[in-house]
């Protein structure tokens, strides 16, 4: 089962094709937790050949605030913590898990998919409840 939002978000929306088109799904199939993928285009050029960094934390946001919505949580991301320990080279998938840890809180990690998987970025992020 594939979690979405709507079709246009720029995480997990389909029919963004600017946006990351992440592939999130339940983790163990545990609410709160998700795991899924994404793809680092030409299109997400930070410095150098490298992912802009706000596309990773795009990414890590996205990927908590859909393990939320899971347990039927529907919030916003309200602070973000972001830590980049290694820069994303483009043209590779990015897995990317995430897990709420209480209530409106939630953390992900994201990595390199394949031989060498290198640990690319960390996040914690705190959540305000719609509605």
Request: glycine residues 12%; hydrophobic residues 45%; proline residues 4%.
């Amino acid at each position: 089962m594939s979690l979405a939002h709507h079709e246009l978000c720029f995480g997990c929306g389909n029919a963004n094709l600017f946006g990351l088109q992440m592939e999130l799904e339940p983790a163990d199939g545990q609410p709160g937790a998700v795991t899924g993928r994404f793809f680092l285009k030409q299109d997400h050029q930070g410095p150098e050949g490298a992912a802009h960094a706000g596309v990773m934390a795009a990414a890590l946001e996205e990927a908590m605030g859909m393990a939320l919505h899971s347990r039927g949580v529907h919030a916003r991301a309200r602070r973000l913590e972001v830590e980049l320990v290694a820069d994303p080279p483009l043209g590779v998938f990015v897995r990317v898990d995430a897990r709420v840890n209480d209530d409106l809180e939630a953390a992900a990690s994201a990595r390199e998919v394949g031989e060498g998987a290198r640990q690319l970025a960390e996040a914690r992020g705190f959540f305000e409840r719609l509605g």
